[in-house]
């Protein structure tokens, strides 16, 4: 379970520590891949493999298609070198519009990393108190 927000900076090959905090679970090896409102997602791979599980129950059409293939074809398997760092590689560096600052950000089962400006952008209190108003009274959400 990954909790909490770390801030680091990626150096000019796109290279970035993994927060020690996180690293423990990850091993030395996990999935990176495109994730949803513009950050990448980290998965260990138990978690990664239960996702194409889930992706893999999709019915055969062209939405479903087009889930895979966001999620999938942009995915690759990462390990950790000797500093606990790993590479992102520019593709997916553009997609988040990650620059120098990231944030790594817990999200259950998996790491969200995000371009520093852009995470600040999202993490509004005043939009999460309203958020959090209509999930309790659309799903009975309490915290």
């Known amino acids: 379970m990954f909790f909490g927000e ?15 905090e996180f690293r423990e679970e990850l091993t030395d090896a996990c999935v990176i ?17 239960a996702v194409l599980e ?13 889930i895979v293939r966001f999620f999938t074809a942009g995915a690759y398997q990462v390990e950790t070198d000797a500093m606990g760092r790993i590479l992102i590689k520019n593709e997916l560096r553009t997609y988040a519009g990650i620059t120098k600052e990231v944030v790594f950000a817990g ?3 998996r790491i969200e990393v995000w ?24 799903f009975g959400l309490s915290i």
């Open 6 to 20: 770390y801030n680091h900076k990626i150096d000019a090959k796109g290279r970035v520590i993994i927060p020690n």
């Open 33 to 49: 891949s495109k994730g949803l409102d513009g950050c990448l997602y980290i998965y260990p791979n138990s978690e990664w493999e």
């Open 54 to 66: 889930n992706l893999s129950r999709l019915p055969s059409n062209a939405k479903s298609r087009s």
């Open 107 to 109: 999200a259950k089962n």
């Open 115 to 138: 371009d520093k400006a852009k995470y600040d952008e999202i993490i509004n209190v005043d939009n999460i108190e309203g958020l959090v108003d209509e999930m309790a009274e659309e």
